[in-house]
Nanobody
């Protein structure tokens, strides 16, 4: 059984920063692809960013490019999402996901991901 646990969400003013963490446990290998998705109220879940097992390949949604950075520490089995210059439209529940096959190039499709966290709320006030 694989578990993903997110942390780091909260309330922040527009222009502020947050760092989300996602720790994996259970039968998961360091070769997995890690990703972040988000879902705002009344909207579909959308891709935010993904990172390959080596960390050399990343991909971001256009809406967050230049503001968000995804990284990982395989020794800690953790994937991070550094979010800067936050906007009210970034408000959503953020979900961590893992693709156990470690597919490269990394996928933006939620169907490619096998494991999901429970989500952490990020609220950006104007």
């Amino acid at each position: 059984q694989v578990q993903l646990v997110e942390s780091g969400g909260g309330l922040v003013q527009a222009g502020g920063s947050l760092r989300l963490s996602c720790v994996a446990s259970g039968r998961i290998f360091s070769s997995y692809t890690g990703a972040w998705f988000r879902q705002a109220p009344g909207k579909e879940r959308e891709f935010v960013g993904a990172i390959s097992w080596s960390g050399r390949t990343t991909n971001y949604a256009d809406s967050v490019k230049g503001r968000f950075t995804i990284s990982r520490d395989n020794a800690k089995v953790t994937v991070y999402l550094e979010m800067n210059s936050l906007r009210p439209e970034d408000t959503a529940v953020y979900y961590c996901a893992a693709d156990r096959e470690g597919t490269v190039p990394v996928s933006t499709d939620s169907k490619a991901y096998d494991y999901w966290g429970q989500g952490t709320q990020v609220t950006v006030s104007s």
